[in-house]
């Protein structure tokens, strides 16, 4: 069988059924393979970098490896930013990339690039495959290692010569990796001390993060904190892993996190870190960040625990396994649910106190249409209809986790951890490919939908029925906050004026729009875009100097919060 047939056989037996992807001449045999597949849907994207978001997307909304196709050389280049987006958030991707034959390698033959040697630093693992008997198995371990531990992508470079040479196919059963087999159970001793410690503090809080959502332990995480009363905050990644009508939740926390999520950090005497991995943005000045506070870790990556904050109660393993052992404990020693409400009836009263006195607001203004006021009129629009939110980078990347009310995992898609303007649309579209009959909502910034703006025929080829609502502020708007309140004004360089209509560009690639800039027919506009029997483009015309509050400034301590 030949290679580019060896590659396709092997996705198959994979479960692969979406792959996005963009064609060349290095991978010109794999795509003719494709051609005729009928268990295999080849999503032609535009760039490469909205192949690969699109596939992060896919693999977000529906917890399966997402798999990628591109050529040699600037194809393979152009997943870079895709791939480190990934890596930095975990998502399991396949990143399938063409290179020249083998022959040719190191002799700057035409499209050429060093594809293993740029995406080592942003991929879990990556393979030069250079005989083609060596193609199923690496497939096998490809998969096995994106999705197994801490998920990532991995990525397979491929010779044009591998992929049209021929080999008998066989495809693995297992897979045995010398130095790799991730640890999923707790250690018990450590799973009894965390419960003990647990049950003794006084002012408990649950810190929840993407892992949550990676290892589908949501359930666990509500049993635990409705089991012993403990209230929780999320992360800009852990968005709808807890139930947003709970009085336990807090809200994000963070740099843009809630007044009592922020204020319970720094008051609490124990911290539970659930698949969270204590990043900047969250943990503002390190020697100040919850310095009361015990701490104990889950997290399936050993080298992310003690990384950046001292943890006392370490523990290695899958979250929803570690939990349920955690749970059996709970449920030997603990005293009844009453007990609990009595032990933190103070602590809680303080925290929903904070909660009460400080609540995300914002000051309407009846000429203009506030940022906030648009995404709450989404949120309520969008509710019990179970839809998932992509956002691009920037300011409404915070406002959107703060006035949307998700209650479902894998619903809120983002680059968290890389940043990385653009993503919004191409993962909006990764997700309405896996769900077709679900509402998927892409609320992007109108420089972050430019970044990707190509993908809108990728919408129109596949007759998704996508919604997009633009935060138009025409502005850089997060960069032009920070030169607000730290840099006197001036506006270097952020000045977003000069922008093409978004209607007429939508409407050019043949996808129906409309625009709304007045408070009094927003709700109307919205309705009109959710309700449309397909592809939708709001251009949301916005208050262009609001502020994302509350906001911590780099490097202060979380309880050092400008509020308004």
């Known amino acids: 069988m030949k290679g580019c047939n060896i590659i396709v056989e092997s996705l198959k037996k994979e479960g692969v059924d979406t792959i996005f992807g963009y064609p060349g001449g290095a991978i010109m045999a794999i795509d003719d393979a494709l051609m005729d597949e009928k268990e295999i849907h080849y999503i032609l994207a535009r760039h490469e970098q909205g192949a690969t978001h699109e596939a992060d997307g896919y693999a977000r909304a529906t917890g399966k490896v997402g798999v990628v196709l591109a050529t040699s050389g600037p194809g393979a280049t152009n997943t870079i930013t895709g791939i480190a987006t990934a890596y930095m958030d975990s998502i399991p991707l396949v990143v399938l990339t063409g290179q020249v034959p083998t022959t040719l390698i190191g002799n700057d033959a035409f499209q050429e690039a060093d594809t293993v040697g740029i995406s080592r630093p942003c991929t879990k693992h990556n393979f030069l495959v250079k005989n083609v008997s060596e193609l199923a198995r690496t497939i096998k371990e490809a998969f096995y290692i994106a999705k197994s531990g801490k998920p990532g992508p991995v990525l397979i470079d491929l010779p044009k010569d591998v992929i049209l040479g021929e080999s008998r196919f066989v495809y693995p059963k297992t897979v045995e990796l010398s130095g790799y087999n991730p640890t999923t159970k707790g250690n018990p001793h450590q799973i009894e001390k965390v419960a003990k410690a647990l049950l003794k503090s006084k002012k408990p809080l649950l810190y929840i993060g993407g892992g949550a959502i990676s290892s589908n332990a949501s359930g666990q995480i509500a049993k635990l904190a409705n089991r012993l009363q403990i209230p929780a905050f999320v992360t800009l990644m852990g968005q709808g892993v807890f139930d947003p009508e709970s009085e336990l939740l807090l809200g994000m926390a963070g740099m843009h996190g809630t007044y009592s999520s922020n204020m ?166 990764g997700a309405q490919t896996a769900y077709r009959d679900r509402i998927v909502v892409d609320i992007d910034g109108d420089g972050s939908f430019q970044m990707n703006i190509q993908e809108l025929a990728t919408i129109v080829q596949e007759k998704l029925k996508l919604k997009i609502m633009i935060i138009n502020n025409r502005y850089l708007g997060m960069v032009r906050q920070w030169q607000n309140l730290f840099f006197n004004n001036r506006y270097a360089h952020t000045d977003m004026t000069f922008q093409p209509d978004f209607v007429k560009v939508a409407n050019a690639y043949g996808i129906e729009a409309g625009r709304v800039s007045k408070p009094d027919e927003l709700d109307k506009a919205v309705r009109t875009m959710v309700e449309y029997d397909g592809a939708y483009l709001l251009d949301v015309v916005v208050d262009r100097l609001e502020n994302v509050y509350p906001m911590v400034p780099s490097g202060a301590p979380l309880d050092r919060m400008i509020l308004v």
């Open 264 to 429: 319970a950090i720094q008051n609490c005497d124990f911290l539970f870190s659930l698949g969270a991995r204590f990043d900047d943005r969250i943990t503002g000045k390190l020697d100040e960040f919850a310095a009361q506070a015990k701490i104990a870790h889950i997290d399936v990556d050993p080298v992310s625990i003690g990384k950046n904050v001292t943890t006392e109660y370490p523990i290695v393993g899958d979250l929803k396994i570690v939990l349920n052992q955690i749970l059996e404990v709970v449920e030997r020693i603990a005293e009844p649910v009453d007990f609990y409400k009595s032990k933190y009836k103070k602590w809680l009263e303080t925290v929903n106190r904070w909660k009460t006195e400080h609540r995300l607001d914002y000051k309407k203004n009846p000429d203009v249409i506030k940022p906030q006021q648009a995404i709450s009129c989404l949120s309520d629009i969008l509710a019990g209809k179970n839809p998932i939110i992509a956002v691009g980078v920037g300011q409404h990347q915070m406002w959107a986790p703060q006035y949307m009310k998700l209650s479902r995992p894998r619903s809120f898609l983002t680059s968290g951890g890389l940043g990385t303007m653009g993503y919004g649309l191409p993962a909006a579209i």
